[in-house]
């Protein structure tokens, strides 16, 4: 903030960055700077956002290519390189082995430039190398890294090879940065304690949609080449875009800063009214020391590590209550299986009477089988002594017919022969 500003227009000071204050035009009109750094001055305080470029350093592409060179072998590993780790297709912190992550994390142009923007000494806390493009879904920083005083935090993205549409370029929605910071506690969600991957993550991702919807937000893509980079303020929605050609990487390099005399925190993971606030162990990655947490002036002991042990702590609470809640049930369960048991048992002798009694019927069974077979046998042979009877009895008929005509014949004849 710039006092001697304010004192002239007699303005309010707060404990905002000047291009976030609600005073910004009648400071930005009394200041001093150069119309170039006015110009993007007021881009950042009205659109949230910078691009750069040139970064001043020289031979810039070599930088980049030595970054890309230096890191590919460790891509794709996971766990530690000195102070840094590698999670897969990113490495944090690459800066603590890699003289060149450094050099563009410091780079005095871009610490001059958010001196002014911020009026506050710039503090680089953390750089991640990426490989491929990240398709992280749209975030404002400020849910991951925020500050007391609020937005005293910005981004700065380096392409290290050429971005296009193809291989996952990131994506911001200009002005966005002016909406008010939204937490978790703001959608009804008690954040603090959670594991990571934060299980209600996706319900601030589809907050943050509906908003982008309601507000009409539009969605830019950035298509930076190598060596250009983009300041994006504490709360401009961003994210990765679709990775169109999956054959293609997106080498490119983000640092975080914060700025002197804050206090530094994770509102995620963070519940203040609760006195849950995970804060933050900030490291300057230009003077490798750790910065100190200063409130209205007055440094502040903060204890990260004590986050852990009363988020495990909390942790057992639960898986306690869990099992307090169990406990009735197991003991009902058990009555329930006293009960049971002598049921079973005369369920179980019923089943082996029926059993055996089956085994019974079936050996009878088998028993009467070859009976059954001789029965069926003479059967058959009396069908065909019948059927031959009846074949003979037949015959027997036509024969009787036979001779009753031939008998009538002979009756007749012999009638004749004594008439005539
Ligand atoms: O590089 C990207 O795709 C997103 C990075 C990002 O959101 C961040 O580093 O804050
Ligand atoms: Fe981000």
Known sequence: MTKKN????????????????????QIFSQSKLDSETKKLVKQFANEGYVII????????????????????????????????????????????????????????????????????????????????????????????????????????????????ANNGPLHYYPGSHKLPIFDLNDLGITGSYQNKPYDTYHI????????????????????LKKGQALIWAANLLHGGSLVLDKDRTRYSQVTHYYFSDSMYYIPLLSDPFLHRVHFKEVRNIITGKIVNHIYNGEKIE???????????KYQLLQFQSELEKLRPLALQSQDELSVLKPQLQTVQEELEKIRSQMYNYQTELEL?????QLVEAELERLRTKLEASQTKSDELEILKYQLQKELEQFSSQIKTATTE
Not at 85 to 95: G, K, P, S, V
Not at 116 to 142: A, K, M, V
Not at 207 to 215: P, R, V, Y
Request: with cysteine; aromatic share 12%; glycine share 4%.
């Open 6 to 25: 304010n004192q002239n227009l007699k303005l309010p000071t707060m404990n905002l960055p000047w291009v976030d204050s609600p005073f910004f035009e």
């Open 53 to 164: 470029d040139d970064l001043g350093i020289e031979n810039i592409a070599e930088t980049t290519e030595k970054i890309v060179k230096n890191l590919t072998p460790i891509y794709g590993e996971k766990g530690k390189v000195a102070s840094a780790w590698i999670y897969h297709d990113r490495i944090q912190d690459a800066w603590t082995f890699n003289q060149d992550v450094k050099k563009i994390a410091t780079v005095p142009k871009i610490i001059n430039l958010l001196k002014i923007l911020y009026q506050r000494e710039p503090i680089p806390f953390q750089t991640l190398n990426f490989r491929f493009g990240t398709q992280q879904s749209t975030h404002s920083d400020s849910i991951h890294f925020s500050s007391v005083p609020a937005r005293f935090m910005c981004g700065v993205w380096v392409a290290l090879e050429d971005i296009d």
């Open 204 to 223: 601030y991702q589809e907050f943050l949609q509906s908003l982008i919807e309601q507000n009409g937000l539009k969605k830019v893509e950035l298509y």
């Open 302 to 312: 903060v204890h990260p590590e004590e986050y852990e042990v009363e988020r495990l």
């Open 368 to 372: 009467l089988k070859p009976q059954k």
